[in-house]
T-cell receptor
Framework: QKEVEQNSGPLSVPEGAIASLNCTYSDRVSQSFFWYRQYSGKSPELIMSIYSNGDKEDGRFTAQLNKASQYVSLLIRDSQPSDSATYLC?????????????FGKGTTLSVSS | KAGVTQTPRYLIKTRGQQVTLSCSPISGHRSVSWYQQTPGQGLQFLFEYFSETQRNKGNFPGRFSGRQFSNSRSEMNVSTLELGDSALYLCASNFLPGGTDYGYTFGSGTRLTVV
């Protein structure tokens, strides 16, 4: 069964530091990769998408993709207490019926002020 | 524009009953996916509908079913409820299926509690 793996955390960083979140996936043919943020009691919201090897920056967020090593990462610069949430990695994955967006179990980030 | 709307927000059911959850996607979105979220298993893919056809299904028993209507609204049904079905059920919509483009937009979810 195709999988998306993340460290569950919690990952604790002080305010202003860089938070690094990692994700590995098992399906070599995956083409689309996403990071979602989920606050406690809320639904996931899309914060980054990446499709090509390399880095993609959006404000304080940088997504990194390495298809050869099958990993995706998310860097959050200048971390703020408001970044405290669970971060979900999602990968489009091929199963017997077609493609589906499969999620990791998430990494909980705690930013202390 | 309006987001993904799920109803009801909360539901309490008894073991053995059945339940129907509703999802209205963002206007123009034709793909609707359903996920079950529990603390232990995270977000698990249930199924995806596109243009009224189920195009993909996750590893859930046949008690879980769904459908999509011509206006892209979707319903999922769980029959013979078990305690383990207690979870947050999330619906997500997109223009295209399979998570190959812009990613999905999620609704607020339906919290189902089975007692």
């Amino acid at each position: 069964q195709k999988e998306v793996e993340q460290n569950s955390g919690p990952l604790s960083v002080p305010e202003g530091a860089i938070a690094s979140l990692n994700c590995t996936y098992s399906d070599r043919v995956s083409q689309s990769f996403f990071w979602y943020r989920q606050y406690s009691g809320k639904s996931p919201e899309l914060i980054m998408s990446i499709y090509s090897n390399g880095d993609k920056e959006d404000g304080r967020f940088t997504a990194q993709l390495n298809k050869a090593s099958q990993y995706v990462s998310l860097l959050i610069r200048d971390s703020q207490p408001s970044d405290s949430a669970t971060y979900l990695c999602a990968v489009n994955t091929l199963n017997q019926a077609g493609t589906a967006l499969i999620f990791g179990k998430g990494t909980t980030l705690s930013v202390s002020s | 524009k309006a987001g993904v709307t799920q109803t009801p927000r909360y539901l309490i059911k008894t073991r053995g009953q059945q339940v129907t959850l509703s999802c209205s996607p963002i206007s123009g979105h034709r793909s609707v996916s359903w996920y079950q979220q529990t603390p232990g298993q995270g977000l698990q893919f249930l199924f995806e509908y596109f243009s009224e056809t189920q195009r993909n299904k996750g590893n859930f028993p046949g008690r879980f079913s769904g459908r999509q209507f011509s206006n892209s609204r979707s319903e999922m049904n769980v029959s013979t409820l078990e305690l383990g079905d207690s979870a947050l059920y999330l619906c997500a919509s997109n223009f295209l299926p399979g998570g190959t483009d812009y990613g999905y937009t999620f609704g607020s979810g339906t919290r189902l509690t089975v007692v």
